[in-house]
């Protein structure tokens, strides 16, 4: 494989899982992904995002299962990295949510890079107020981004993408 194209190739190569084996990530698994986090790009450097790690069997876990439509996703999952905004380290909210979206794709790239499986839950944002307090965070102090469930995969992902043709308004 050509080393210049590694990169390309996870972009094209990551997919969304949502089943996972009953196999336990590793510390060194999870401290990875959250280096790939924590290097994401941001505004003035502000480096706004923050991680709370939630294990199998953390009773927070079943907690935030009751408030998503993808509860059985969530349970299957072996891993969940909660990102958040620390309100007080933002200072412009479209670049700060930016920055996250950079995060959690740096995240999710490493999830996909170190063999495992992983999903955005984006939908979960929509019960903010209750994920919340569940977590035992303060929402004066923090603002959801996703939940990210991760496991070793017990299904292969497929998905496919427009044209390219399709999303430039120009010609290059």
């Keep these: 494989m050509d080393e210049r194209t590694i990169l390309l190739d996870a972009l094209r190569q990551r997919r969304s899982i949502r089943k996972f084996t009953d196999e336990a990530l590793t510390n060194d698994e999870i401290l990875a992904v959250l280096e790939a986090g924590r290097w994401a790009p941001s505004g003035m450097n502000n480096q706004p995002w923050r991680f709370l790690v939630l294990r199998s069997g953390d009773e ?89 469930v991760a496991g070793h995969p017990a299904q292969k992902g497929s998905s496919d993408r427009k044209p390219l043709s399709e999303l430039l308004l120009e010609k290059i």
């Design 60 to 148: 927070r876990c079943e907690a935030l299962a009751g408030l998503t439509k993808y509860s059985h996703v969530l349970r299957g999952g072996d891993t969940l990295f909660v990102v958040l905004l620390d309100k007080a380290a933002m200072y412009s909210p479209r670049k700060d949510y930016q920055g996250a979206g950079a995060c959690i794709q740096n995240m999710l790239l490493a999830i996909h890079g170190l063999g495992l499986g992983a999903v955005w839950l984006g939908e979960i944002i929509n019960q903010e107020a209750e994920v919340l307090p569940a977590l035992g965070l303060d929402a004066d102090a923090y603002e959801l981004m996703t939940v990210i």
